[in-house]
């Protein structure tokens, strides 16, 4: 079945450091890939997207780029902000079926001023 | 106003106890999904629904049921609640197509004693 694998946290940065959020995934077909983001005590939102192969979603300072030959999808950003801190899901979805979301684990970003 | 709004956000309750989670959406979409989030486990699908007259379970359905009353709205009933359905639970729409992001509730934190 599909999954997602996505890097383990918590992840701790000082302010304007560099991200990398590692993800790997495992599908049958061609799935879309997404990025959404969890503040403290909100539901999960947007945050990029990519839905074929060497498509980059971007959003708000954040890349990823859909790499199928190695089945990834890395969330990158350059500069973190104190505003940053939040938890960050890596998801896929593929046609036909129910479509649903299959997440990874999600990754707990803290950044400190 | 929220495009997708969940109700109650908080609830605590009793083993046994009877419990409907309620789910409204004014983004016009078809499809509904129920999803649950447990810590360091990302979310897991409940239920999900194309439109009214279209109701599938997901991966974890068991001790769950659910109610597409309208087009709108889409419920979540635990019959008989145990502990280990402590959880936070989402609701999600979507247009329909994997390649279309989930639109998310704020979630309801659910405390069953």
């Known amino acids: 079945g599909n999954s997602v694998t996505q890097m383990e946290g918590p992840v701790t940065l000082s302010e304007e450091a560099f991200l990398t959020i590692n993800c790997t995934y495992t599908a049958t077909g061609y799935p879309s890939l997404f990025w959404y983001v969890q503040y403290p005590g909100e539901g999960l939102q947007l945050l990029l997207k990519?839905?074929?192969?060497?498509d980059k979603g971007s959003n708000k300072g954040f890349e990823a780029t859909y790499r199928k030959e190695t089945t990834s999808f890395h969330l990158e950003k350059g500069s973190v902000q104190v505003s940053d801190s939040a938890v960050y899901f890596c998801?896929?979805?593929?046609?036909?079926?129910?479509?649903?979301?299959?997440f990874g684990k999600g990754t707990k970003l803290t950044v400190n001023p | 106003d929220a495009d997708v709004t969940q109700t109650p956000r908080n609830r605590i309750t009793k083993t046994g106890k009877r419990i409907m989670l309620e789910c409204s959406q004014t983004?016009?979409?078809?499809?509904m999904y129920w999803y649950r989030q447990d810590p360091g486990l990302g979310l897991q699908l409940i239920y999900y629904s194309f439109d009214v007259k279209d109701i599938n379970k997901g991966e974890i359905s068991d001790g769950y049921s659910v109610s597409r009353q309208a087009q709108a709205k889409f419920s979540l009933s635990l019959e008989s609640a145990i502990p280990n359905q402590t959880a936070l639970y989402f609701c999600?729409?979507?247009?329909?197509?994997?390649?279309?992001?989930?639109?998310f509730g704020d979630g309801t934190r659910l405390s069953i004693l």
């Open positions: 990519a839905t074929k192969a060497d």
């Open positions: 999600a729409t979507s247009p329909g197509g994997a390649s279309q992001p989930q639109h």
């Open positions: 983004k016009g979409h078809d499809r």
């Open positions: 998801a896929l979805s593929e046609w036909g079926g129910s479509e649903k979301l299959v």
